[in-house]
Each structure stands twice: as C-alpha cells, then as structure tokens.
C-alpha cells in the first residue's frame, strides 16, 4: 500500500487532514504528529472500515509536547517515550494495521523546536551508552509488541552536514548503515527496518558512504519505506520525481510505501502518489519478466 503522511498538517488535528485527504480520494494515511485533540482516536478507530490508517512516530500527539527518545539517558524522558510506544501500539491494533513505526533514538534530548532544524550544540551521551539504551528499550517493547501481533519498524536517522559540524561527530543513531546492519541483527523477528531514502541520501552526503551499496547491505531487514527528495544537504521533504535515485533498488513487493511529502497541495499529493504506483507496478512487471 501507498501512503500518504499527515506529516505536513502539523497544525492541524489527524482528523481535519484525514478529512481533507479524503476529499481527494487519498484513503491510505499514514498518522504522524499534528495537534493534540481530546477525541481524535475515538474518531479515527470509526474511520477504520472506510480508510486505511497506521501509525508512525509521534501519534498519537501527547496533550503536553515532548522530544521522543528511546536512547535517552534521562529516565524520566526514556520512560515517557516507552509508554508513548505502547500507546502507539495500542492504536495501531485498533486501527486494523498493526504495524508502528518510529525514529531511531539520539545521543542528546533537544528541544522540541530544534527538531529538522540545526541543533545547539550540548554534550552528548556516550554512543556505546546511548545505543545500549535503545536496545533495551526497542527489546522491551518487542516482546509486548509480539504479544499484540504488531510489528515494530525502525526509521534511519538523518545527519545534515550542519548538524555534524555542531558537534564534528555523529550525534544520533542509525544513520550509517554499519550501524543499522549491526543493530538490527540483535532484534528479533517483529523488529524490522523503515528506510527512508532521503535520510539516507543526507546522511551519505554527510558521511561519505555510497547509497546504492548502503541499500543492497540494509536489505535484508527493510520492511518499508518513506519516500521523499532533497539536495543531499538537507531532508527538505521535496516531491519526488521521475529521476528520483532510489528507483532502481526499491524493493517493489512491499506493503509500506509512505510519501513524506510536505508544503505541497492536495491535488499534488494525489499526483505523486499516482507517480510511485506507476514506478512500483512498472517494477513488479520487469521483475516477474527476469523470472
């Protein structure tokens, strides 16, 4: 399935961007951040027999903001971020797609305004530390996960250039495929990878690794992928378009294909969602070819 991310109706509540969605004919959402609303869960879960909706990262939005970190070292910040999970995962059982997917964790605990944008520089926890905390934390959450048939998908982190020169190191994680690969070959079965290829193109331009060969060493675990471009210096969330780099490698037999496409109106969406049909049936059609 093709998604389309809330992503970018930040100020509004889930329910007025499904809605207007709707009006285009866009049925596949995928719920990613927005306004806190009371009622909006209860909505949704009406909604589940007439769309498509699953879960992503911060959704749903908690009533007081808060940066969500699964690495952090900050207990309380840590044990906030857990609950939103099993929250999250609550709803998207409820929803009839129990799939929940989230942003690999960070090294510090910015500000909620800093988020996609340059970070003040700070002292970072130690990697091996951080990390440890992230994979206690993701296999906790695994095993209630398996417990409630869902799946839990890990988003590649992107490093900008700028954000690297702020600390002149890496200061999330999963950004680097070695990284990943290591990482995820401790998970268990119901724990797989979300690439999001326009992380991934920032991150290569940041750290110099090549994205072709970094793709084919992720693919075993990828179970999705969010699909955006930019200039390779910063995630932008621009369209994508017909040269994008990533259609020779996607994998086209996926059920995640989620566009984070943002500042655009409907009418495009509807547009690029055509666009990444077509790419990925043309795709299948050669692929059952070659076989």
Same mark, same amino acid.
């Given at each position: ?136 934390? #993701? ?7 398996? *417990? /409630?048939?869902?799946?839990?998908? @890990?988003?590649?982190? !992107? +490093? ?109 969406? #509807? ?7 077509? *790419? /990925?049936?043309?795709?299948?059609? @050669?692929?059952?070819? !070659? +076989?």
């Amino acid at each position: 399935m093709i998604f389309i991310s809330t992503g970018g109706f930040y100020s509004r509540s889930a329910i007025e961007s499904v809605s207007e969605l709707l009006q285009y004919g866009i049925k596949e959402v995928e719920l990613s951040g927005g306004k806190y609303s009371e009622t909006q869960e209860t909505e949704l879960i009406k909604l589940r027999d007439k769309l498509q909706l699953q879960v992503h990262n911060y959704f749903p939005p908690p009533k007081e903001s808060f940066v969500f970190n699964l690495a952090s070292a900050d207990k309380d910040l840590s044990e906030r971020s857990v609950q939103h999970v099993q929250s999250a995962m609550r709803l998207a059982v409820d929803l009839g797609r129990p799939v929940y997917s989230f942003h690999a964790g960070f090294r510090i605990n910015p500000a909620t305004s800093e988020l996609g944008q340059r970070l003040k520089k700070r002292k970072l926890c130690d990697r091996t530390t951080a990390l440890k905390i992230f994979r206690k934390n #993701v296999l906790m959450l695994a095993s209630e996960a398996e *417990k /409630l048939g869902v799946t839990l998908l @890990i988003e590649n982190n !992107v +490093l900008s250039a700028t954000n690297f020169s702020v600390f002149n190191e890496d200061p999330l994680l999963l950004t680097n495929p070695d990284e990943i690969v290591s990482f995820m070959q401790d998970m268990p079965d119901n724990v797989r990878l979300l690439l999001d290829v326009a992380h991934l193109k920032v991150s290569a331009n940041t750290l110099g690794f090549n994205l072709i060969d970094a793709h084919a060493q992720m693919e075993p675990w990828i179970q999705g992928y969010h699909l955006s471009d930019n200039d390779g210096l910063e995630d932008s969330n621009q369209v994508v378009t017909e040269d994008s780099w990533f259609w020779d490698i996607i994998n086209p037999n996926l059920d995640y294909y989620t566009l984070e496409i943002y500042r655009v109106p409907c009418s495009e969406l #509807v547009c690029q969602y055509e666009l990444v049909k077509n *790419k /990925l049936l043309s795709k299948r059609i @050669i692929s059952e070819k !070659v +076989l």
